[in-house]
C-alpha cells in the first residue's frame, strides 16, 4: 500500500521538467476560479467546466502526457453538461452534510473527493454514478487522503511566510500528488471488484 509521501514522491517525478507549465495551470486556474465567483451564474456555468478541466490537467500530467494549459479549457467542449452536474452536486452534499456540524461535512467532502477525476476518466458517466463510485473508492481510503493533505502543513507555513507566492509551486506539487492518489486507489479499487467478479 502507497503512503504520502510515495504519492508526493511520484509528484515530483511527474513535475519534473514541467514545472513552468504546471506552475502556468495552477495559476490560471486560480485567477479563472477567482473571476468566476463574482457572480452565481458564473460559477454555475463554468466553475464545473474548469474544475473538469483542471482535474484533467492533472491525470494527464501523471500519466507522462505532458498537456499544455488548452486543457483547462476541454470542459467547455466535451463535458459541459456532466461537469456542471458533478461540481454542483459535490457542493450540495458536502454544504448539506456540513450542515450536521464541521465533522460530518469534512468527512463527505473526503468520500467525495475523487469524483473530479473519476469524471476526468468517464466524461459520459452519470453524475449521480460519478459520486457514488467516489464514496465506494474512498471507502477505506479517507484517513490516506488526509495524511496526505496534513503532509504538506510544513509547506503551507512557508508559503505564509511568503505572502503566499511559494503557492504557486505548491497548488501544482498538492494537484499532482492527488492525482496519483487517484490512480493509485483507482487501481486498487478495479483490483477489488475484478476479484470480486471472480469469485
Not at 476518466?121 to 452519470?126: I, S
Not at 509551486?169 to 498538492?174: N, Q
Request: glycine content about 10%.
Amino acid at each position: 500500500m502507497l503512503y504520502a509521501k510515495d504519492f508526493r514522491q511520484a509528484a515530483r517525478q511527474k513535475l519534473a521538467g514541467c514545472w513552468i507549465t504546471a506552475v502556468l495551470c495552477a495559476l490560471v486556474y486560480s485567477v479563472l476560479a477567482g473571476a468566476l465567483q463574482a457572480t452565481v451564474i458564473g460559477v454555475i456555468l463554468l466553475g464545473g467546466p474548469f474544475w473538469w478541466g483542471y482535474h484533467s490537467f492533472w491525470l494527464a500530467q501523471i500519466r507522462w502526457q505532458k498537456p499544455g494549459l488548452e486543457k483547462l479549457f476541454d470542459g467547455l467542449q466535451k463535458c459541459f453538461v456532466n461537469s456542471i452536474a458533478v461540481y454542483l452536486l459535490q457542493g450540495i452534499f458536502t454544504f448539506l452534510w456540513g450542515l450536521l456540524f464541521v465533522i460530518p461535512g469534512i468527512v463527505k467532502g473526503y468520500s467525495y473527493a475523487m469524483a473530479p477525476f473519476i469524471l476526468a476518466d468517464n466524461p459520459g458517466m452519470d453524475a449521480i454514478e460519478v459520486i457514488d463510485t467516489s464514496r465506494n473508492m474512498m471507502t477505506g481510503n479517507k484517513w490516506r487522503l488526509f495524511c496526505l493533505d496534513m503532509s504538506f502543513i510544513g509547506w503551507h507555513i512557508l508559503c505564509g511566510l511568503t505572502m503566499g507566492i511559494g503557492y504557486l509551486w505548491l497548488s501544482p506539487y498538492i494537484a499532482c500528488s492527488r492525482a496519483q492518489f487517484y490512480e493509485a486507489v483507482r487501481t486498487e479499487y478495479e483490483m477489488k471488484a475484478s476479484a470480486q467478479q471472480t469469485i
